[in-house]
């Protein structure tokens, strides 16, 4: 196959993406298809990329400047070069590439990519609405409300105590997450959050254990268990070699495992997800577990987890990506003859 991998982009969450895309383009190289990694922010092809991801997110008004392309979201050429590919490889994390935007313009132009839908990214992107769906279908996700950034903390705290957690609806990779335990935390994570937004959630903080699972083919991966050295799982412990522990399969029991296992592969489908996803939980000293929030394009970095879970369940990263590749060019040929079909019945 020919294919083009998407990723970097106008997104917090860049470098990531970059690493991201790096590893997958090296692996369906392996798989013997012809690929092309590009920039879908600045339309350039990239050689080669460093997997590293820096300590910090990405100053993207420093790349706009840089680029002179500033709020557009889809470089020179991008749409060209995809059309003459038989598959788009997403690996792309937040903005426009998790939120259904770019899945729509995909549509549009009759293009295959791989991951969920643009309803599937829209609803699972949106935190609050995420979670809405979630509780509404007898999913435990820890109390929360969505407030504008310019709420006085006085109103918050009626409904919240300290501590609790403060995140923006839209963003991945724990970019503008803080925990809030005093009024100064507060002040600095609201103005964090601004950098990126003007909507927060507050959420009840679980204290306790965080694990993730993995979906893939509607099947749901080994529990991983995630134990960050210090502080919680931020940006700087997700992508920082030596901050973090990753223990695969949790050590939990097997019924709870079957459980958790269970919820994810729910949450999975209540939000229209593809054919992999990621779901996040917490543990609470009960025993009783609450989703966080599921990624619809999980990261593939090489201390990413998706790719962990699958290596423990026998699916080496190649062959993961060689899974999803084929999988996306199936489901676009099936769609392909659906719309032929449908046309021929009403013409």
Not at 11 to 21: A, D, K, Q
Not at 48 to 73: H, R
Not at 144 to 165: A, C, E, G, Q
Not at 324 to 344: G, V
């Amino acid at each position: 196959m020919k294919i083009v991998v998407l990723a970097g982009g106008l997104s917090p969450e860049r470098n990531v993406s970059l690493s991201s895309g790096y590893k997958i383009a090296s692996a369906l190289k392996e798989n013997g298809n012809e690929v092309i990694l590009a920039d879908l922010y600045t339309g350039e092809i990239l050689d080669t990329v460093s997997c590293y991801i820096e300590e910090k997110e990405p100053d993207l008004s420093a790349l706009k400047e840089e680029t002179g392309l500033f709020d557009s979201m889809i470089g020179p050429g991008i749409l060209s070069l995809c059309q003459s590919c038989d598959l788009v490889f997403l690996a792309l994390h937040g903005a426009i590439g998790e939120n259904g935007k770019l899945q729509a313009y995909l549509d549009m132009h009759g293009i295959a990519y791989t991951g969920s839908s643009s309803a599937g990214c829209m609803l699972s992107m949106d935190k609050d609405l995420a979670k809405q769906l979630m509780a509404g279908n007898g999913i435990r996700t820890p109390r929360w409300k969505t407030y504008h950034t310019n709420t006085d903390l006085s109103i918050i705290l009626r409904s919240f105590s300290y501590p609790f957690v403060l995140k923006p609806v839209s963003n991945g990779s724990s970019i503008g997450v803080s925990m809030i335990e005093s009024e100064d935390d507060f002040l600095d994570a609201v103005s964090k959050v601004q950098i990126y937004e003007d909507q927060m959630i507050i959420e009840e903080k679980i204290e306790g254990r965080e694990v993730s699972v993995g979906i893939l083919d509607g099947c749901a991966l080994p529990v991983i268990e995630i134990l960050p050295i210090d502080g919680f799982y931020d940006y700087q412990n997700k992508y920082q070699p030596g901050m973090t522990n990753e223990i695969c399969p949790a050590l939990i029991s097997s019924l709870l495992t079957a459980d958790i296992q269970k919820t994810a592969l729910k949450v999975h489908q209540i939000l229209r997800l593809g054919y992999y996803s990621r779901i996040d939980f917490m543990i609470n000293e009960k025993g009783e577990f609450f989703c966080l929030e599921a990624n619809s394009l999980p990261g593939m970095t090489p201390v990413s987890l998706l790719p962990l879970e699958a290596a423990v369940a026998g699916i080496p990263y190649a062959s993961l990506c060689d899974q999803i590749a084929k999988d996306a060019l199936r489901r676009h040929k099936l769609q392909h003859k659906q719309q032929h079909q449908f046309l021929t019945l009403v013409s």
